[in-house]
Nanobody, 121 residues
Framework: QVQLVESGGGLVQAGGSLRLSCTAS????????VGWYRQAPGKQRELVAA???????TYAESVKGRFTISRDNAKNTVYLQMSSLKPEDTAVYYC???????????????WGQGTLVTVSS
């Protein structure tokens, strides 16, 4: 059974930075593509960053140049470094892993609780 735990969210002023972490049991990140998603109030969940097993990353246009996805395979942990945060980045952030198709299309069954990021203006 896959369990995902996101952490590192909080309240930050616009222009600030946060680093989110995602740990997992029941899945080994190193053999899967990984992704970070977010869901703002009243909006659908969207993919913000994803990385293939080969380390190729892709980002939503809205976060490109500000967010960086990475992973530490020894710790089975995935990170999302967020900088130059904007109020519109406010959302609950989730991570997940699977095939590239599954990650890119959020076609995954198990989701964690997410971690709330609030950016004040």
């Amino acid at each position: 059974q896959v369990q995902l735990v996101e952490s590192g969210g909080g309240l930050v002023q616009a222009g600030g930075s946060l680093r989110l972490s995602c740990t997992a049991s029941g899945i080994i990140f190193s053999i899967y593509a990984v992704g970070w998603y977010r869901q703002a109030p009243g909006k659908q969940r969207e993919l913000v960053a994803a990385e293939t097993t080969g380390g190729i990353a892709t980002y939503a246009e809205s976060v490109k140049g500000r967010f960086t996805i990475s992973r530490d395979n020894a710790k089975n942990t995935v990170y999302l470094q967020m900088s130059s945060l904007k109020p519109e980045d406010t959302a609950v952030y989730y991570c997940n892993a699977g095939t590239w198709y599954q990650v890119f299309n959020a076609a995954l069954n198990a989701w964690g609780q997410g971690t709330l990021v609030t950016v004040s203006s």
